[in-house]
């Protein structure tokens, strides 16, 4: 088994910033993808950005130039830096980890348990 432990959520004001951790930990041999989804009220969960092991990024377009995701391999660790923050990136943004663990040949899939990030206008 594999949990992911986010931290760093809380309440900002419009314009402010946040930063957001992902630890893994368990039975890990490797991480490829890791990611960052969020939930907002009513809405349907949503990539946010995801990074490959090599440090590759992809992003959603309404995150484009606010948020920067990144990892330290060493420490199975993943980080969503947000600035600007807006009332409208208000949600349960929740770690996302594409794991191989020891003693197995196929991947699975993890999710933490969420943290809440408030924006206020």
């Known amino acids: 088994q594999v949990q992911l432990v986010e931290s760093g959520g809380g309440l900002v004001q419009a314009g402010g910033s946040l930063r957001l951790s992902c630890v893994a930990s368990g039975n890990i041999f490797s991480i490829n993808a890791m990611g960052w989804y969020r939930q907002a009220p009513g809405k349907q969960r949503e990539l946010v950005a995801v990074i490959s092991s090599g440090g590759m990024t992809n992003y959603a377009d309404f995150v484009k130039g606010r948020f920067t995701i990144s990892r330290d391999n060493a420490k199975n660790t993943v980080y969503l830096q947000m600035s600007s923050l807006r009332p409208e990136d208000t949600a349960v943004y929740y770690c996302?980890?594409?794991?191989?663990?020891?003693?197995?040949?196929?991947?699975?899939?993890?999710w933490g348990q969420g943290t809440q990030v408030t924006v206020s206008s």
């Open positions: 996302n980890a594409d794991v191989r663990e020891l003693g197995r040949v196929i991947r699975t899939n993890y």
